[in-house]
């Protein structure tokens, strides 16, 4: 089948334009030109933009694919192996000619053969792709044999999910599908896998244009403690990657790389020789020829840290990471190191209180989500230095941090909204209103910005939903024209803006003698962003999401609704949504006085470049955001994305799988980086 790129509707693949919107399934816009290219093209012939889909090819001999790994290239009846099986296939790396290989397979500088190959398929899903749903099920049959496959081995069909009964999973390849959830995004997605004449292949996500970590490293712009941070970053990877013996993969310079967001990558596992484990001190060894390669003047703490690694004065992780905390220190001596704050529980009626607004926007949810960690800081980005514990499971554990100023350097949005399929007019609102002045300065270009971002979903009789989201959104503007100045409004007066925009509606609904479901009314979700800084309240089920390459997708507000109340007074889950009211809201604006409303407002800072989302439940409902994240949200961080092409497939994805309600999203991508000029004050 053909996945159509603009719908994701599945076709026919005889097929050369998509059944449900008709988008062509053979050829591409260019986005330098905007001329119609074929899909299975290089480059533009017109502007010589690139058009392609890329990925990166890696061929070992499936006898020594785990442990005949060395810092030497294969021997030569290897590479003569794997050199014949390609050219059967002419300059294509499969026989059934979909990659083509865009120059010769070469050996690696520790071990295989790789080249960089188009994908002349690339609206065709892999058998990997198709078994999205059932990776973790793969995963952990083969976490549940051996931590560490022996060489040879692959999944039998009796093994595996029906879907794949046919097909053999090579023992290499469950290494990266096991590692990618905690190594995303320093590993590189597995595309596609087979086995073949016992040789295994796999294409990887092509990381070949990003800058070698040692390249970066030679920059002055690189300030020292990001280069702490990478050092830092290679430990949490290290850490990782011991226990499937993969730690060779970081001491190989050419396999380092860093991505648009200063992150470090790998360009490709590659695993240790057996009965030869990696030590700590050979980690020492590759940052001392970093900066002997970049011939930067080392800090004298950092010096003494590679010689205690190399002489084996320091022998584990923990103690590694207190040396880090200490260097920290040393670069910034005024930073405060303390616990981080927890964001308040949201607004819950009294125990005693088991009134609930009896309007409803329409729509069923499978599962509640809880609220992501809105840690509140002083400054930006943060690098922890204490718990490889991910944020969800830490206990409120005091973790030390170094703070590095950000600035914004760029800052798009886009919004769309759409009646759905089965109502016949739209009672959401939305609105967006930015000012941005760009400065230059010897150290780059900064973006200033004031962003007010709203969206509603209205409810009510007679037409009153429509005319309640626009009433809350036309008085939240008015507001904040006059009340937002210099910096951030306070939590105060945000809340203050939203109390006067309930008594507006909630005025409206006492002078027309509105009653029960009559009472018009509207959810909120609001995002005023001022440079770095942000706020972010809501009243209702309208949501804010946060996706990040580090953090992945997390929904940031806790939804008003019955459902949601009954579990944080202790109620399971299962039981609170078991109940025929669970999806009633239990705050709104417009129904009743201030004394019912009580919006939940959080601060936070944007220490990375991130994907903002606000939508209403038409675009939430059934999980679909948590479903389809990875084809329609994480491509929009990337500085390439089209973001109002992006909205328009969100839009068309809820319409396709729900449909049932009104659906807007607005998106709000915000880049950043360190702010030197504040650091060298």
Same mark, same amino acid.
């Given at each position: 089948?053909?996945?159509?790129?603009?719908?994701?509707?599945?076709?026919?693949?005889?097929?050369?334009?998509?059944?449900?919107?008709? %988008?062509?399934?053979?050829?591409?816009?260019?986005?330098?030109?905007?001329?119609?290219?074929?899909?299975?093209?290089?480059?533009?012939?017109?502007?010589?933009?690139?058009?392609?889909?890329?990925?990166?090819?890696?061929? *070992?001999?499936?006898?020594?694919?785990?442990?005949?790994?060395?810092?030497?290239?294969?021997?030569?009846?290897?590479?003569?192996?794997?050199?014949?099986?390609?050219?059967?296939?002419?300059?294509?790396?499969?026989?059934? /000619?979909?990659?083509?290989?865009?120059?010769?397979?070469?050996?690696?500088?520790?071990?295989?053969?790789?080249? !960089?190959?188009?994908?002349?398929?690339?609206?065709?899903?892999?058998?990997?792709?198709?078994?999205?749903?059932?990776?973790?099920?793969?995963?952990?049959?083969?976490?549940?044999?051996?931590?560490?496959?022996?060489? &040879?081995?692959?999944?039998?069909?009796?093994?595996?999910?029906?879907?794949?009964?046919?097909?053999?999973?090579?023992?290499?390849?469950?290494?990266?599908?096991?590692?990618?959830?905690?190594?995303?995004?320093?590993?590189? !997605?597995?595309?596609?896998?087979?086995?073949?004449? &016992?040789?295994?292949?796999?294409?990887?996500?092509?990381?070949?244009?990003?800058? *070698? *970590?040692? $390249?970066?490293?030679?920059?002055?712009? #690189?300030?020292?403690?990001?280069?702490?941070?990478?050092?830092?970053?290679?430990?949490? +990877?290290?850490?990782?990657?011991?226990?499937?013996?993969?730690?060779?993969?970081?001491?190989?310079?050419?396999?380092?790389?860093?991505?648009?967001?200063?992150?470090?990558?790998?360009?490709?596992?590659?695993?240790?020789?057996?009965?030869?484990?990696?030590?700590?001190?050979?980690?020492?060894?590759?940052?001392?020829?970093?900066?002997?390669?970049?011939? !930067?003047?080392?800090?004298?703490?950092? #010096?003494?840290?590679?010689?205690?690694?190399? @002489?084996?004065? +320091?022998?584990?992780?923990?103690?590694? /990471? @207190?040396?880090?905390?200490?260097?920290?220190?040393?670069?910034?001596?005024?930073?405060?190191?303390?616990?981080?704050?927890?964001?308040?529980?949201?607004?819950?009626?009294?125990?005693?209180?088991?009134?609930?607004?009896?309007?409803?926007?329409?729509?069923?949810?499978?599962?509640?989500?809880?609220?992501?960690?809105?840690?509140?800081?002083?400054? @930006?980005?943060?690098?922890?230095?204490?718990?490889?514990?991910?944020?969800?499971?830490?206990?409120?554990?005091?973790?030390?941090? #170094?703070?590095?100023?950000?600035?914004?350097?760029?800052?798009?949005?886009?919004?769309?909204?759409?009646?759905?399929?089965?109502?016949?007019?739209?009672?959401?609102?939305?609105?967006?209103?930015?000012?941005?002045?760009? %400065?230059?300065?010897? @150290?780059?270009?900064?973006?200033?910005?004031?962003?007010?971002?709203?969206?509603?979903?209205?409810?009510?009789?007679?037409?009153?939903?429509?005319?309640?989201?626009?009433?809350?959104?036309?008085?939240?503007?008015?507001?904040?024209?006059?009340?937002? /100045?210099?910096?951030?409004?306070?939590?105060?007066?945000?809340?203050?803006?939203?109390?006067?925009?309930?008594?507006?509606?909630?005025?409206?609904?006492?002078?027309?003698?509105?009653?029960?479901?009559?009472?018009?009314?509207?959810?909120?979700?609001?995002?005023?962003?001022?440079?770095?800084?942000?706020?972010?309240?809501?009243?209702?089920?309208? !949501?804010?999401?946060?996706?990040?390459?580090?953090?992945?997708?997390?929904?940031?507000?806790?939804?008003?609704?019955?459902?949601?109340?009954?579990?944080?007074?202790?109620?399971?889950?299962?039981?609170?949504?078991?109940?025929?009211?669970?999806?009633?809201?239990?705050?709104?604006?417009?129904?009743?006085?201030?004394?019912?409303?009580?919006?939940?407002? /959080?601060?936070?800072?944007?220490?990375? $470049?991130?994907?903002?989302?606000?939508?209403?439940?038409?675009?939430?409902?059934?999980?679909?955001?948590?479903?389809?994240?990875?084809?329609?949200?994480?491509?929009?961080?990337?500085?390439?994305?089209?973001?109002?092409?992006?909205?328009?497939? *969100?839009?068309?994805?809820?319409?396709?799988?729900?449909?049932?309600?009104?659906?807007?999203?607005?998106?709000?991508?915000?880049?950043?980086?360190?702010?030197?000029?504040?650091?060298?004050?």
């Amino acid at each position: 089948m053909l996945v159509c790129p603009q719908c994701q509707f599945e076709n026919p693949n005889d097929h050369k334009f998509c059944q449900k919107c008709g %988008v062509s399934l053979t050829e591409v816009i260019c986005p330098g030109c905007d001329a119609t290219v074929p899909s299975d093209t290089e480059q533009c012939p017109h502007c010589d933009t690139t058009t392609g889909t890329f990925w990166w090819a890696v061929q *070992l001999p499936n006898s020594s694919a785990l442990s005949s790994q060395t810092t030497e290239p294969p021997s030569q009846p290897a590479e003569t192996q794997l050199t014949d099986t390609a050219a059967t296939t002419a300059s294509y790396l499969d026989p059934q /000619q979909r990659y083509k290989l865009l120059s010769p397979l070469s050996p690696s500088s520790v071990s295989g053969l790789e080249a !960089r190959v188009l994908d002349c398929q690339p609206y065709q899903p892999t058998l990997l792709e198709l078994l999205q749903e059932k990776l973790p099920e793969l995963v952990k049959e083969s976490e549940s044999k051996e931590r560490f496959a022996q060489p &040879g081995d692959v999944m039998s069909s009796t093994e595996e999910p029906s879907l794949i009964k046919d097909r053999t999973v090579p023992a290499v390849a469950r290494i990266y599908l096991a590692l990618q959830p905690q190594l995303h995004p320093a590993l590189p !997605r597995l595309h596609d896998t087979w086995e073949q004449d &016992g040789q295994v292949t796999l294409l990887l996500e092509d990381r070949s244009d990003l800058m *070698l *970590l040692s $390249d970066a490293w030679r920059s002055d712009d #690189v300030l020292p403690l990001q280069i702490l941070h990478w050092l830092y970053q290679m430990t949490e +990877v290290w850490q990782l990657l011991e226990p499937h013996h993969c730690c060779q993969s970081l001491l190989d310079i050419n396999n380092l790389r860093i991505d648009e967001d200063q992150l470090l990558c790998l360009q490709r596992l590659h695993f240790d020789t057996p009965g030869h484990p990696l030590q700590l001190k050979d980690l020492g060894r590759l940052w001392q020829m970093l900066f002997q390669m970049s011939q !930067r003047t080392q800090l004298g703490s950092l #010096v003494r840290l590679c010689h205690d690694l190399e @002489s084996g004065g +320091v022998t584990d992780i923990e103690m590694l /990471q @207190s040396q880090f905390e200490a260097i920290a220190n040393e670069l910034q001596p005024d930073v405060v190191h303390s616990p981080v704050p927890q964001p308040p529980p949201p607004f819950t009626f009294p125990d005693d209180d088991d009134r609930t607004i009896e309007l409803t926007t329409s729509g069923v949810r499978a599962t509640a989500y809880p609220a992501a960690d809105m840690s509140v800081s002083t400054s @930006s980005t943060r690098f922890e230095l204490g718990s490889l514990e991910d944020d969800s499971t830490s206990e409120g554990d005091d973790i030390p941090t #170094v703070v590095l100023p950000m600035k914004l350097i760029n800052l798009e949005d886009a919004g769309r909204t759409d009646v759905g399929k089965q109502r016949d007019h739209n009672e959401d609102c939305f609105s967006i209103h930015v000012e941005l002045k760009k %400065v230059e300065s010897p @150290s780059g270009r900064t973006v200033q910005a004031k962003g007010l971002y709203i969206l509603c979903d209205g409810m009510g009789g007679h037409a009153g939903g429509e005319v309640a989201s626009a009433m809350a959104v036309e008085s939240l503007k008015k507001y904040f024209e006059v009340n937002w /100045q210099d910096q951030l409004p306070s939590e105060a007066s945000i809340r203050e803006a939203i109390q006067l925009t309930n008594k507006t509606i909630y005025d409206l609904n006492q002078q027309n003698d509105r009653s029960g479901s009559g009472r018009m009314g509207t959810t909120l979700v609001l995002l005023l962003l001022h440079d770095t800084h942000a706020a972010i309240a809501h009243v209702g089920d309208s !949501r804010l999401y946060r996706f990040s390459r580090r953090r992945g997708l997390e929904q940031i507000t806790v939804d008003h609704e019955v459902g949601q109340r009954e579990i944080q007074r202790g109620v399971e889950p299962a039981i609170a949504y078991a109940r025929p009211d669970a999806y009633q809201l239990t705050q709104a604006l417009g129904p009743r006085d201030e004394h019912f409303v009580n919006p939940d407002v /959080q601060f936070m800072e944007l220490n990375e $470049d991130l994907l903002l989302l606000l939508c209403s439940d038409g675009l939430t409902d059934n999980d679909l955001l948590e479903t389809h994240w990875r084809t329609h949200i994480e491509p929009l961080v990337s500085s390439q994305a089209n973001l109002e092409q992006g909205v328009s497939q *969100l839009i068309d994805l809820a319409n396709q799988y729900n449909g049932h309600d009104n659906i807007t999203a607005v998106a709000i991508k915000a880049k950043v980086r360190p702010n030197l000029d504040q650091l060298k004050r």
